[in-house]
């Protein structure tokens, strides 16, 4: 560009009317980045250093840029460029105005039209040329990648930590928290007061009688780092005996529309009871009215363990009961998803019921004792091979932790050397996220180490097998549907159901490691 050019664009942008855009999101994993006020501050360094003409106060959006049409301040921005009022935008950095591409291509667009006369950033020049629009292009490009990775990884991050049996929420009672991961909290044996608190419920003692037993034996709980007598109350026990958590204490988790068997993902988990107890406590907590004493006939079977196979929501089925237009009550199931295309959307708990006897009679007709004395000894080799595992992955973890602190070694040179600040931020993000990735390794280093230690095989002898097998079945048909609930759930960890019949499912151990070879010849009944 000849200066004579050059001089014509700055006469003109002295008469551009301008707009000052400032961004900060309150959403997820932009907060880190400069305050509005100190973006505003910047853009008005910029005025006052070229004279531009301001129209109007400066635009403070509070909307995440990650998804297109999410901001009301930008959309009326972009009308007023359109009908005139304003020629150009001020603003702090070109990922304030766009972190995705339809919203960048609306900007490049507006240039490449000359409805957009003129941008100007504090913190990098900008040139309205072919060579200046190829750049900012790229600065867009760059800021969605950035983007979108930094929510890959969050979202990986959370996902990963689940899978491994680490989870947020409130502390659950009889346990300490350690980085997300549960484990027994011994002291003051108040692990072993919650564990007789299950037992007390589920031999039908009220919550009154509970709560007494607790604080007698003065529970504690550790609250925000310190270790305090917890004074247990009401909603305390419901939250613990019914809550939509409440599997967790006998090894299931459901959270984060996901469900896993944590006994299976973490072998030094310890469950605070089985679901034997677990079942028995709910048949109690439906047998009465909560606060009033009085009996009721109904009982609310499979929670939990129930998922929709029509839409595949993650989430298990809600039960319920509910009378009908003959005045007979009925259990019910229904899904989650309130798109769920299934028909009908209730569907009668004993049709379930029905299609699981099938399932359970595959099952069981496949479990004989040849199959399980193969496993027993099969465990035996696989012992041998789950500890050369372990510390097969031990030394891969060691290696990553070492390349990861090498890269931050070569991060830490790179900040002495780099002068742009939005380039040492995100440098420094970088080391950051390599300083939570050693943290979460060095975690599952330690944890395989426990597992190391507790490698064994099945505590099931050849006569109980047979025993369980072969009554199973028949204890089902015949069993009232409290009976039901309490087999199924030491048989299966979910059940697949379309609203007909069951169509998928999961084994417990150690039905899932026998019938790992069968489970395609049992077709769906």
């Known amino acids: 560009m000849n200066p004579d050019t050059n001089e014509t664009i700055n006469k003109a942008q002295t008469v551009y009317k301008y707009a000052i855009y400032a961004r900060k999101s309150t959403e997820g994993l932009e907060r880190q980045y400069r305050s509005i006020n100190d973006q505003i501050d910047d853009c008005m360094i ?45 603003s702090w950095h070109p990922d304030r105005l766009a972190r995705n591409m339809a919203e960048a291509s609306i900007i490049l667009d507006m240039l490449n039209s000359g409805q957009l006369k003129d941008l100007k950033f504090f913190s990098l020049p900008f040139s309205n040329d072919p060579a200046g629009r190829m750049m900012l292009g790229l600065m ?65 003692a009220k919550h009154e009688k509970i709560i007494e037993y607790l604080n007698t034996n003065n529970f504690s709980q550790i609250i925000k780092g310190e270790r305090k007598i917890r004074i247990i109350k009401t909603n305390d026990l419901t939250r613990m005996f019914s809550g939509k958590h409440s599997s967790f204490y006998y090894g299931v988790a459901v959270q984060a529309d996901g469900i896993v068997d944590l006994r299976d993902l973490l072998p030094d988990f310890v469950p605070l009871t089985d679901e034997t107890t677990y079942a028995k406590v709910q048949a109690v907590n439906y047998k009465r009215k ?60 004993i049709v379930v019921s029905d299609a699981a006897s099938k399932i359970l009679k595959k099952v069981s ?36 932790i070492s390349r990861l602190r090498d890269d931050n070694k070569d991060f830490a040179k790179q900040l002495t050397i ?18 939570r990735i050693i943290a979460d390794q060095t975690t599952k280093i330690e944890a395989n180490k426990q597992k190391l230690e507790k490698v064994s095989i099945p505590s099931f002898s050849v006569e109980e097998f047979n025993a369980l097998v072969q009554t199973m079945e028949e204890r089902f048909n015949h069993g009232t549907m409290v009976q039901r609930d309490i087999i199924l759930r030491n048989v299966f960890l979910n059940l697949h159901f379309d609203g007909i019949k069951i169509t998928n499912y999961s084994l417990v151990e150690p039905f899932a490691a026998l019938l790992k070879d069968e489970k395609l010849s049992l077709g769906w009944g």
């Open 46 to 90: 910029l005025v006052k250093r070229d004279g531009l003409k301001l129209v109007g106060k400066p635009i403070e959006e509070r909307k995440s840029a990650k998804i297109a049409k999410k901001r009301p301040l930008f959309k009326e921005l972009i009308k007023k460029i359109k009908s005139g009022e304003v020629d150009g935008i001020i």
């Open 140 to 204: 867009f490009v760059l800021a969605t990648h950035y983007s979108d990775e930094l929510s890959q990884k969050a979202t990986r991050g959370v996902r990963k930590k689940f899978g491994e049996g680490g989870l947020g929420g409130y502390p659950r009672l009889g346990y300490i928290q350690e980085k997300g991961y549960y484990k027994p909290d011994m002291e003051n044996n108040n692990f072993g007061l919650i564990q007789e608190a299950w037992q007390m419920r589920a031999r039908g």
């Open 290 to 349: 909560r606060g009033s004493g009085k009996k009721l006939d109904y009982f609310l079977p499979f929670r939990d363990i129930l998922l929709c196979d029509s839409c595949h929501d993650e989430r298990p089925l809600i039960i319920y009961r509910s009378r009908s237009r003959s005045g007979k009550y009925y259990v019910y199931t229904k899904c989650k998803n309130t798109s769920c295309p299934r028909k009908p959307k209730d569907v009668r708990a």
């Open 365 to 400: 007709s496949k479990l004989t004792e040849n199959s399980y004395k193969k496993y027993l000894a099969e465990n035996k080799e696989l012992s041998v091979t789950r500890k050369q595992a372990l510390r097969g992955q031990n030394v891969s973890l060691q290696a990553y």
């Open 418 to 435: 780099i002068k742009d600040e939005r380039m040492k931020e995100e440098i420094q993000i970088a080391i950051s996220e390599n300083m």
